[in-house]
């Protein structure tokens, strides 16, 4: 069995695009691997949250994916400022890690551009953080997309140093998680645009009621319909295709084809049942959300669960670096 390790920047709820891009298969994941989720609140320092919106982050965070599917009886999910682990080995690698390859990160040169008065040297390290994460479980695998990519490559690039500069062979070299034919799913946005996003604002979200999911949905763009039988869609009904092509049936998805090729669409009808099979899928996790939400002692145990596995699982690991680099007790 391999170890994944994946990591959930506490920012913003989660939407049908992050649940059927990544989430779903998360869920699928952990029965066959050995998983740990965290939520990355140190990461989320670099920007400076507000303290009094911090736990509210990253509660959400953990709620969502609880009432998702991820199991805490199967994974470990945890919190990553409840293992310390995390921020020794992170110093330990900042120690190998140079300035000219961390400023040279694409994320880093971005975020600097974007916020030149806040460049701060967290923002700077984000990559070892994020090994740290990563090593410190000696994961075989991680699931990340194209923007992680770089930073993976990263971790390998620090593994592989500290293995060669201490002629050890302690670190593995983590590879990207790709589910077995299955190409990743892009969910569209529901005003015409490729991507479902939350900072572009067409998103439904899993805690969406169903008169809120029916009200965007019946605000999405269409037209007039088609002009001739068989015509090509225009991007926007493409979209509404594929959405329905995720959350319908095959028989749905047939029917609605051949009315568009046979020009009897009416979209009011295909955004009904789009809306209808929408809530389907999201109702059940919308109200196990709320149940979590507020449920204090079951969070409390999970946390706690949580925070334990991936210590014993960080600690074996940080002993082993410390040995090989030379502290010892009196
Ligand atoms: N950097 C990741 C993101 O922005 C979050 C993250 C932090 C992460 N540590 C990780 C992901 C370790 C995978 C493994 O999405």
Redesign the pocket.
């Known amino acids: 069995m391999e170890t994944v390790?994946?990591?959930?920047?506490s920012t913003g709820n989660l939407h049908l695009g992050n649940y059927y891009g990544a989430l779903r298969n998360f869920v699928k994941m952990q029965k066959e691997n050995n998983c740990f989720f965290f939520i990355?609140d140190y990461?989320s320092l670099t920007t400076h949250p507000d303290p009094k919106m911090l736990h509210g982050n990253v509660k959400n965070v953990l709620t969502e994916y609880l009432a998702a599917g991820i199991d805490p009886e199967i994974s470990t999910i945890y919190v990553q400022s409840d293992v310390p682990e995390v921020c020794e080995l992170y110093l330990l690698l900042n120690m190998h890690a140079y300035m000219g390859e961390l400023s040279k990160t694409a994320s880093f040169k971005d975020k600097a551009r974007k916020n030149p008065e806040n460049v701060n040297a967290g923002l700077l390290t984000y990559p070892t953080l994020?090994a740290a994460?990563?090593l410190m479980h000696n994961a075989d695998r991680?699931p990340?997309g194209k923007d992680?990519e770089q930073?993976l490559e990263m971790t390998r690039k620090f593994a592989r140093r500290f293995n060669n500069l201490y002629n050890v062979e302690l670190f593995k070299e983590p590879k990207v998680y790709v589910e077995e034919g299955q190409e990743l799913i892009k969910i569209p946005g529901l005003d015409g645009s490729g991507k479902m996003g939350k900072s572009e604002g067409n998103c439904i979200y899993l805690i969406d009621d169903p008169k809120t999911i029916e009200k965007k949905v019946k605000r999405a763009l269409t037209d007039e319909g088609p002009k001739a039988p068989n015509s090509e869609k225009p991007d926007y009904i493409e979209n509404l295709f594929t959405l329905l092509k995720v959350v319908s049936t095959q028989e749905v998805v047939d029917h609605f084809e051949e009315k568009w090729n046979t020009c009897e669409i009416r979209y009011g009808d295909l955004k009904k049942q789009l809306a209808e099979d929408m809530i389907k899928t999201t109702n059940p996790i919308r109200e196990r959300i709320i149940d979590i939400q507020n449920d204090e002692a079951y969070l409390h145990k999970v946390t706690k669960m949580g925070a334990e596995k991936a210590r014993e699982s960080a600690s074996k690991i940080v002993k082993e670096v410390r040995q090989i680099m030379g502290f010892k007790p009196f």
Do not use: F
Request: proline share 0%; no cysteine; charged share 15%.
């Open positions: 390790v994946s990591g959930i920047r990355a990461h994020m994460d990563i991680v990340v992680q930073h």
